[in-house]
C-alpha cells in the first residue's frame, strides 16, 4: 500500500490512565549481548541481566476509554522475540529515535498487529529518519512495484519536528532534539496523568543541544544511553550519562543500549544512587 503521510495531532490532555508501565524490551548496543564469538565474563555470564537484546521499548496502558493501548519505542531486529517474550499484540503508535539498523530493522514485524488490529500504524519520526524508511522499507512504501501481492506492514508515516507533540491516547509525546556523533535524532518526553512522568527516553545520545534542555525540565523518570565506562564518539560513556543525569535532576534513571563491557552485578557498585543499569524485561511503573 502506498504510504499515507499525515500531519502531527495535535496534542490533548486526557485524565483517567490506569496501569500506566514502560518496559524495557532490549537494553544492549547495536550487536547485542553475548556478541557473536566471545567468551567475555559477560558474554558468558549466566545473569540474565548480562543478556541484552537490541535497545528499544513498549509504552503500555488503559487509556481513559478502559481500551488497552501500547506505544513502541523504536522497532529493531529482535521486536518479534521481544514482542512473543512480553505478549504485546498490538501498537497504536510506533515512535522513533533515529534510522540505524538496531532501532527500525524489525519493522517488517508490526504487519501482525495490522492483522490483529485491523488498521494501519502511525509511524512517527523527523523528516531524515522517515526519508530512511522509504528507501528501507520501499515494498511497503511502494508496494505497486512489489513483483508478487504480498503480505506488508500498513503503515502510515507521521512527520515530526523538535519540539512538536502529539497525543498518543492520553499521553502527550513531545519530540526532543538530541545528538548522536553528528547525526541529529530524536528523544521522546511523555507527559500525563503517571508517578512515571515527565518521563524522557534518549538513546544512541552524546550530546544535548541548548534548545532542548527546557523540554527536560520536570524529569521524573530517565531513560539514558550509557554505552560503556570507555569513551566513545558516537555514545555517552556511563560516566557522562551519570554527570547529565545530574544536570537534568530526574528521580530515577535507567541506562540502557549497553555493550558487553558492562556487568551488571559487578559494575553497577560504581553507580551512584538514583542512577541504575537497566536490563531487558525491567518494567518501570
Known amino acids: 500500500m502506498a504510504e499515507r503521510e499525515r500531519t502531527r495531532h495535535s496534542p490533548s490532555g486526557e485524565a483517567g490512565l490506569r496501569e500506566v ?6 537494553t544492549g548496543t547495536s550487536a547485542g549481548v553475548p556478541l557473536i564469538g566471545c567468551d567475555c565474563a559477560t558474554c558468558t555470564s ?4 548480562d543478556r541484552r537484546l537490541r535497545t ?9 476509554r ?3 493501548r501500547t506505544v513502541l519505542l523504536d522497532v529493531g531486529p529482535d521486536h518479534r522475540q521481544q514482542a512473543l517474550q512480553h505478549r504485546i499484540d498490538r501498537a497504536d503508535y510506533i515512535l522513533l529515535t533515529h534510522s540505524h539498523v538496531d532501532h527500525v530493522w524489525g519493522l517488517d514485524e508490526v504487519r501482525r498487529y495490522n492483522a490483529l488490529m485491523g488498521t494501519s500504524i502511525p509511524v512517527i519520526g523527523d523528516a ?3 526519508d530512511e524508511l522509504r528507501r528501507i522499507y520501499a515494498h511497503i512504501f511502494d508496494r505497486a512495484r512489489n513483483a508478487n501481492e504480498s503480505w506488508v506492514a ?3 508515516t507521521v512527520r515530526i519536528a523538535p519540539g512538536e507533540s502529539l497525543d498518543c491516547h492520553g499521553i502527550r509525546a513531545t519530540a526532543v532534539q538530541m545528538l548522536h556523533g553528528r547525526l541529529p535524532i530524536l528523544a521522546w518526553r511523555f507527559d500525563g496523568p503517571s508517578p512515571l512522568f515527565p518521563l524522557v527516553y534518549a538513546t544512541d545520545v552524546n550530546g544535548i543541544p541548548p534548545e532542548s534542555w527546557r523540554h527536560l525540565v520536570g524529569t521524573r523518570t530517565l531513560i539514558l544511553d550509557g554505552l560503556r565506562f570507555r569513551s566513545h564518539p558516537t555514545h555517552f560513556s556511563v560516566d557522562q550519562a551519570v ?6 535532576g530526574a528521580i530515577r534513571t535507567v541506562l540502557v543500549h549497553m555493550t558487553h563491557d558492562i556487568l551488571h552485578e559487578r559494575d553497577a557498585q ?3 544512587d538514583g542512577v541504575e543499569f537497566g536490563f531487558d524485561g525491567l518494567a518501570l511503573r
Not at 549466566?46 to 541481566?49: A, C, K, N, V
Open 56 to 64: 528499544a521499548a513498549a509504552l503500555r496502558y488503559t487509556d481513559a
Open 21 to 26: 508501565t514502560l518496559t524495557l524490551l532490549g
Open 270 to 272: 560504581r553507580l551512584p
Open 66 to 68: 478502559g481500551m488497552h
Open 128 to 130: 531524515r529518519t522517515l
Open 46 to 49: 549466566d545473569d540474565p541481566r
Open 243 to 248: 554527570e547529565t543525569a545530574s544536570r537534568i
Open 154 to 156: 500498513d503503515l502510515a
